[in-house]
């Protein structure tokens, strides 16, 4: 489970900006913060629930504000996303998205290399665990299901962040979040999972959800993407012993193969669940 991370009032959406202060929104992650680690020990002996926050690269400073962050909290892993190109959020509405897009010469093919390289800043930075909506860029764009290969330019700088996330053992998230608001693949899209199968690269499952409604939202049709793109297993975060980065040493990222998944009633197609046993890992993240 993770929350968004707070933001000062240059970075409010819209929403925020009538009921928030940068230190009423603080306080509310820290709501949720607290309620997160009375939620984890309280239900300890039926779900492994671990405790996260989704951290936002804006710009250059966005590094210290984040790096405070997880000094202070005892987080059990962090995802590290790009939700702003220029500063401007580039996933709330088309308005600001193609404001974004005016700063990178007015074309999706310059706002979603600049998006990339600033994506790529974060990951040298920050060397997220887990990497969020990878190709999120796409979203409001005039071809939201393009081929990313038809810009060369493009493609290199993904494949170039592919190869660095590979390079320190990141995860990216397959986010059913794209299903939800309309496109036809999950982020990241099927090219760019099997550019990053190729490096080595693996992947963990992301509903993206912003509430009840929509936890587990659309994994019943992960099963025929993953089998389309040839990934054959999935990572899931744990308490354990065994960890690959050594800011999270209790965390231990383990492999699920896609054969037993399917037998997961959250991946089953609504109308197909039998009354069998549930396993009570979790496949992915909720957020």
Same mark, same amino acid.
Request: proline share 2%.
């Given at each position: 489970m993770t929350e968004h991370m707070p933001r000062g009032e240059k970075d409010f959406y819209p929403e925020e900006i009538k009921i928030h202060t940068a230190s009423t929104l603080s306080k509310l992650f820290d709501d949720y913060y607290c309620e997160a680690l009375r939620l984890q020990a309280a239900y300890s002996s039926k779900i492994r629930l671990l405790v996260g926050i989704e951290v936002d690269w804006i710009r250059p #400073?966005? $590094?210290?504000?984040?790096?405070?962050?997880? $000094? &202070? %909290?005892?987080? #059990?892993?962090?995802?590290?996303?790009? %939700? %702003?190109? %220029? &500063? /401007?959020? /580039? #996933?709330? #509405?088309?308005?600001?998205?193609?404001?974004?897009?005016?700063?990178?010469?007015g074309t999706d093919e310059g706002v979603f290399e600049d998006y990339f390289d600033l994506q790529y800043e974060m990951l040298k930075a920050l060397k997220p665990p887990i990497i969020g909506h990878f190709d999120l860029i796409r979203l409001l764009s005039d071809e939201p299901d393009v081929d990313f290969r038809k810009w060369a330019g493009v493609w290199q700088r993904l494949t170039r962040n592919l190869a660095y996330i590979a390079g320190f053992g990141g995860v990216l998230e397959l986010n059913t979040a794209a299903l939800r608001k309309g496109l036809n693949e999950p982020y990241p899209k099927a090219e760019i999972c099997q550019q990053f199968l190729a490096m080595g690269g693996v992947f963990t499952f992301s509903d993206d959800s912003h509430g009840i409604d929509h936890i587990a939202t659309n994994y019943e049709k992960l099963p025929g993407f993953v089998d389309k793109v040839g990934i054959t297993s999935i990572v899931y975060f744990e308490k354990g012993p065994t960890t690959k980065d050594i800011r999270f040493p209790n965390i231990a990222a383990s492999i699920i193969s896609i054969q037993e998944l399917k037998e997961h009633p959250l991946l089953i197609p609504h109308g197909e669940i039998s009354h069998g046993r549930a396993d009570t890992h979790s496949a992915g993240s909720v957020r």
């Open positions: #400073d966005s $590094k210290g504000f984040i790096e405070g962050l997880l $000094k &202070t %909290h005892q987080f #059990d892993l962090f995802i590290g996303s790009i %939700h %702003h190109v %220029h &500063t /401007i959020p /580039i #996933d709330y #509405d088309r308005q600001r998205y193609n404001e974004a897009r005016e700063q990178s010469g």
